[in-house]
């Protein structure tokens, strides 16, 4: 039996740090969307993610982190690999969400969302275990600061693919497919890139992270509603409106008072 590169703690570590991205991105507009799309297809596409999420992140290990790690290939020839590994995540991406039924109940967004962030739990998971072992790379290993650097690695890495899937997806229900494929193939390459070259130098992070949080904004406000209609659009910005008053009252009551409702 082969051993494990590192301490079977330290992987569980890697792998709970990784799935903690889901969390992340599931506390945004898709934990308010209940009642409005059938959130048990977005759990499902959560599980496809976490699928091909791991066929994809095991590409990426050999193909290029260990090319890297290795240093015998250049920057372009690990740039086209990544854009092969891209384009397969986009094309997936438009067979998963394109399907007619998920196009007729205009839920492509929002099961992008959810299957973004299945492939970035993945990835970033496997980044992880390779970023905690120390034969890795000069730097790498079970440390604080790598353990901080994880964390960072897995909110780009899973907010970054949410955000490209959610748009991907947003542009299915406007009836454009296969235009998407290209861009989205284009910032997964980027994304793909960067997280995995943080690993060996951390501050190549710092040049996709403030996209992944520009996209956020957006994604949001704008592609994960895109499927709603008129009228639920407007029931959903009701909902979320009085679910912010009510929070703030809660937060600001004195406790045994009470609060007067509205209807």
């Not at 095991?58 to 193909?63: F, G, K, T, V, Y």
């Not at 995540?89 to 394109?98: A, I, Q």
């Not at 650097?149 to 897995?154: C, D, H, M, N, Q």
């Not at 949001?220 to 679910?243: D, F, H, K, M, V």
């Amino acid at each position: 039996m082969a051993d494990a590169p590192i301490a079977m703690w330290e992987m569980q570590i890697a792998f709970a740090i990784g799935l903690l991205g889901i969390y992340a991105g599931w506390r945004g507009t898709i934990a308010k969307m209940t009642g409005f799309y059938d959130l048990s297809g977005a759990v499902k596409t959560l599980l496809y993610g976490i699928v091909s999420g791991v066929l994809a992140a095991s590409a990426i290990d050999a193909l290029i982190l260990s090319e890297v790690r290795n240093e015998t290939q250049n920057i372009i020839s690990i740039s086209a690999i990544a854009l092969m590994i891209a384009l397969a995540e986009s094309s997936f991406t438009l067979f998963v969400l394109g399907r007619s039924r998920t196009v007729g109940l205009r839920a492509c967004a929002p099961y992008g969302w959810t299957l973004g962030l299945g492939f970035g739990a993945m990835r970033s998971a496997h980044l992880n275990v390779r970023l905690f072992d120390p034969v890795v790379w000069e730097g790498t290993g079970f440390s604080t600061t790598n353990i901080i650097l994880a964390l960072g690695i897995t909110i780009v890495t899973c907010i970054g693919h949410a955000s490209i899937t959610t748009w991907q997806g947003s542009r299915i229900i406007e009836n454009s497919r296969f235009r998407p494929v290209i861009y989205a193939s284009i910032a997964r390459t980027a994304l793909i890139l960067a997280t995995v070259l943080a690993v060996f130098f951390p501050p190549t992070l710092a040049l996709v992270a403030p996209i992944v949080a520009w996209s956020w904004i957006p994604a949001q406000e704008s592609w994960l509603p895109s499927g709603l209609t008129p009228a639920a659009r407007q029931a959903y910005r009701r909902t979320i409106r009085q679910s912010d008053i009510i929070k703030s009252r809660a937060d600001s009551r004195i406790r045994g008072k009470l609060v007067d409702s509205e209807e």
